[in-house]
C-alpha cells in the first residue's frame, strides 16, 4: 500500500471523510470489516480531540492524516500545529471509578488505546504535534 | 447536511427517541438536545432506540453519560434498544452495559418502565 494524505479543515464536520478515508485504506491493507470499524472510530478519536483541545473549535486550522504501511504495520500519523499537551498528563481514565461518577470526558483516549495495538505521541514546541496509531494485521 | 436524524415518539407513558445515522462529535449536539427538551418537559422515562444507529463515537457516548444522572434522580432511566452488535461494542468496551439497561428490543425496553407502575 502506498502512502497516503489528506488534509483537512479542522471541523467536526469533516469527520465522516477522515472516517472514510481510513476505512478504505484499511481495507485495502486487508483488515476485516469489525478492524476497520475500530481503525475508523480511533482516528475519529484522534481528530475530534485535535478539534477541540489543540485548536479549540477553530474551523481555520488544518489537521493533517497519513497513513502509511511500517514495519508490516498500519500507521496512521495525524499532525496538527496547535496547542501542545503532554500526553503523559492525560490519564487512561479508570472505567469503573469513571462510570461510578457520572464522568465525562477523556472516552476517546480510553477507547483509541483500547482499539489500537499502539498510540503514540510525537510533541515538539512551537512546532507540529504528532498523534501515531498503529495496528497489525491479525494471523 | 446532516447524517444523523433524530425521531421522538410516545410509546404508554414512555418517550422513544429513534436514532438514524452517524453519531459522532459533529452530531451529537443534536442528541444533547433532544434530552434537554425531554428532561425541561418533565420526561424521564426514555427509551433510545438504536436500530437504525450506524455508528457511535465517544462524543455520544458522552451525551449519555451527561444525562443519567439528572434522569436517575427523577425517579427516571435511559434505556437502550436495538442496538448493532459493532455499536454494542463500543458501549461494552466502555463498560457501559454496567450502568445502562441495553434490551433487545423496543418493547422489551418500554416493559422496563410500565412493569414498575
Known amino acids: 500500500m502506498a502512502p497516503r494524505t489528506l488534509h483537512i479543515e479542522s471541523r467536526t464536520e469533516r469527520l465522516i471523510a477522515v472516517r472514510e478515508f481510513v476505512s478504505n485504506a484499511a481495507r485495502e491493507f486487508g483488515f476485516s470489516e469489525e478492524e476497520i470499524g475500530k481503525i475508523a472510530l480511533a482516528v475519529d478519536e484522534a481528530c475530534t480531540n485535535v478539534i477541540k483541545h489543540a485548536y479549540r473549535f477553530d474551523p481555520n486550522k488544518e489537521i493533517t492524516v497519513t497513513i502509511r504501511r511500517k514495519n508490516g504495520a498500519f500507521e496512521v500519523s495525524i499532525l496538527d500545529s496547535g496547542a501542545g499537551f503532554d500526553p503523559a498528563r492525560i490519564p487512561t481514565p479508570d472505567m469503573k471509578e469513571y462510570l461510578t461518577h457520572y464522568r465525562r470526558g477523556g472516552l476517546g483516549i480510553y477507547l483509541m488505546k483500547s482499539l489500537m495495538d499502539k498510540v503514540e505521541y510525537g510533541n515538539a514546541p512551537g512546532q507540529r504535534n504528532e498523534v501515531r496509531l498503529t495496528k497489525y494485521l491479525s494471523r | ?117
Open chain 2, 1 to 117: 447536511m446532516s447524517d444523523f436524524k433524530i425521531s421522538q415518539r410516545e410509546r404508554e407513558q414512555v418517550q422513544v427517541l429513534e436514532l438514524k445515522g452517524y453519531l459522532d462529535a459533529h452530531t451529537a449536539p443534536k442528541l444533547e438536545e433532544a434530552f434537554q427538551t425531554l428532561l425541561k418537559n418533565q420526561h424521564f422515562d426514555i427509551v433510545v432506540n438504536c436500530k437504525d444507529l450506524s455508528y457511535i463515537s465517544s462524543a455520544g457516548l458522552g451525551v449519555f453519560m451527561a444525562y443519567i444522572e439528572d434522569v436517575r434522580k427523577n425517579k427516571g432511566d435511559i434505556k437502550l434498544s436495538n442496538m448493532s452488535a459493532k455499536v454494542y461494542n463500543v458501549f461494552d468496551l466502555l463498560g457501559f452495559p454496567l450502568l445502562y439497561e441495553i434490551t433487545k428490543d423496543e418493547v422489551e425496553a418500554i416493559g422496563k418502565f410500565t412493569d414498575k407502575r
